[in-house]
């Protein structure tokens, strides 16, 4: 959610409800409010209430109830077969988010694995698709193209369709002798098995370059772990199945932030551009010191957003391969997930949605922080 | 942006100086060369065909038999055109096992219907509360909405799960819709809207004697259609493109929706064979509702992306 309403979002904690909750924002002067106010409706207050309360029931009840029962849960040792709040489940404390974070395990090898590879989908999928978003914003933005009303319609139709969907779609293109595949072998590239192949991307980089051997790595790399992995398995970079999530990733999301890019482009001042113009600018200056530096703040939005939600990845992981092959296709909230339903392990599935609930906060936290702090230095002018 | 990047790098020519046109809609640099312009072109093409094609190739596999969709993959013509797979899905030949295409059809429609119409009013009702009624704890319940908005769905599938379990609302309509029916972005995106109706329309209204209702319902209401527009299509969207929700608020096939029948025909492989193309007719009319939505009210669509959540 783009630049106006973030701003807008920050400006109530920067321009203080705390001190007067109940002032209307914005241009009424104080004799008109005055004015309101004695002329205020009796019953206000009731009506304000009778207003919301659909919404504080529907949220308090599927939103707040749930995060405190899961709070709860993630301390026991729960099957889902009994009643958690009856006492039949054992309490055991900490201790699923001990078995995750410090306990050599099972349980703590598959939650590094989940991060490892959340973690690289992260660094590719943010990148990429922000800088793609740029360019078909760029794109699309040329006065003289014809047809960028159709290009626009075109680049953000992925966006909209449901992830379900669109996963079974390149499921089908990504098959071994699927689209993809026939397409690469017309510049004679024999394509991988997609989704079939667990071997990490940078070892086999590394291993066509013969700086070290994918089969068995030897040294630090092999020696040396972390959270139970070791540090080849950290390094070795996404599997072959988790770049095709990427792929559909930038592709779905590209659109979306596209549009946000393209707002912000035309709320550049024409007179600026002129001005540039009059001074000689090439199209290179323009780009590099008259639009880039405009476009900033949009682009740290657009990096935090995607940064927040590639780590909620989970629609596309189910339809595709569901942690296949090797587990590099698993990520926290999967994981979560199938410790819950497919393991009856509720308690381990809560611990691992509470962790992943905190790094999500803490990265929203950020970036709302950030905007709030950018539009109170900039609030004056704008 | 290869094209757009890589003209620009090399059209290093400064452009001749001009006085600023008067008119609005004229670029304000000069043309790129026609070699570079052609090229730009070619690109921009390319770029176009690698969001289409993907949907071409969907609408022509699901008139492929299955023997042809694997063996001819990238074929924008069937070899031997059938519309088996769509007779299957409808039910009008032999339906396919574990495959009841129209009760998930009927599914998505009936809660996206409700949801949507949820949305509308308590969403509405909610952000003329927070914009204009003044009540104690106001602010905090902004405050409220938008943490809210911070939480990530993924990480309250459990969570859920634990609720509806035990109210007793797992696996029935009730609980597939019944928490969806408000959603804080979109009381967000209402809040923003009636914070820009002028005071003075209300006031004249309050002059006149109509209570808060009647203010709201008749008065404030009506002026909030593209607002409504917005978030009726992002609420539809939302509801019928919904899969976490009702992969943990149910488990029997009955209440299986065309997201999560979709799902677990293509994770689970029901039947033999890998049936792409009933797969991909599945996917194409599952997608079908939110299309044309899209193609009619499409400004809308880039409304809500510039003021309301982005969905992935």
Known sequence: ?382 | MTAGTAIRDRAAQPSPRRRASRDRGRPVLSRFPVPWRLAGYAAVLGMGLLYLLPFVLQLVTGFKTDPDAAAHPLALLPTTPTTAAYQRLLGLSQAAEGVPFLRWLGNSALVAVLVTAGRVLFDSMAGYALARLRFRGRSVLFGFVLAVMAVPGVALLIPKFLVLNTVGLFDTYTGMVLPLLVDAAGIFIMKQFFESVPREVEEAARVDGAGVFRIFWSVVLPMARPALITLTILSFQGSWNEFTHFLVSTQSGQYETLTTGLARLVSGGLGGGTQYPLKLAAALLATVPVAALFFCFQRYFVSGANAGAVKE
């Open chain 1, 1 to 382: 959610m783009p630049i106006r309403t973030m701003r807008a979002s920050g400006i109530p904690r920067t321009t203080g409800s705390p001190g007067a909750p109940d002032s209307a924002h914005g241009e009424t002067g104080t004799p008109v409010k005055a004015r309101a106010r004695r002329a205020g409706l009796r019953g206000e207050g009731t009506w304000g209430w009778l207003f919301v309360s659909p919404m504080v029931l529907i949220l308090g009840l599927f939103m707040v109830l749930p995060i405190l029962m899961a709070l709860w849960v993630s301390l026991l040792h729960w099957d889902g077969q009994s009643n958690p709040f009856s006492g039949q489940a054992d309490f055991v404390g900490l201790d699923n988010y001990r078995a995750l974070l410090t306990q050599d395990g099972l349980d703590r090898t598959l939650f590094a694995t989940s991060l490892r590879n959340n973690a690289y989908y992260v660094l590719l999928t943010v990148p990429l698709q922000t800088l793609l978003a740029l360019g078909l914003a760029l794109i699309v933005n040329q006065k003289l193209l014809r047809v960028r009303g159709a290009l626009r319609t075109t680049f953000f139709f992925p966006s909209v369709t449901s992830s379900i969907a669109v996963s079974t779609v390149f499921l089908f293109l990504f098959q071994g002798s699927g689209s993809v595949n026939s397409m690469l072998s017309w510049i004679g590239i024999k394509g991988p098995n997609w989704f079939a192949d667990p071997r990490g991307v940078l070892s086999l980089i590394l291993g066509g370059l013969g700086i070290v051997d994918p089969e068995r790595p030897t040294g630090m790399l092999a020696d040396h772990s972390t959270l139970g992995l070791s540090w080849f398995e950290w390094l070795s970079g996404p599997s072959v199945a988790m770049c095709t999530l990427i792929l559909l990733a930038v592709w779905t999301t590209s659109g979306t932030f596209m549009l946000i890019f393209l707002a912000a482009l035309q709320d550049i001042p024409r007179e600026l551009k002129e001005s540039a113009a009059m001074e000689g600018v090439n199209r290179r200056q323009m780009l590099w010191h008259v639009t880039l530096p405009a476009l900033r703040p949009v682009l740290f939005l657009v990096l935090t957003l995607g940064l927040i939600s590639t780590w909620q990845v989970f629609d596309q992981v189910y339809v595709m391969g569901q942690g296949a092959p090797g587990n590099t296709t698993l990520t926290p909230a999967f994981l979560s997930y199938s410790a819950g339903f497919d393991d009856a392990d509720f308690g381990q599935g809560s611990a691992i949605a509470f962790i992943l609930l905190a790094l999500i906060l803490i990265l929203t936290a950020f970036q709302r922080w950030a905007l709030a702090e950018r539009g109170a230095r900039t609030g004056s002018n704008r």
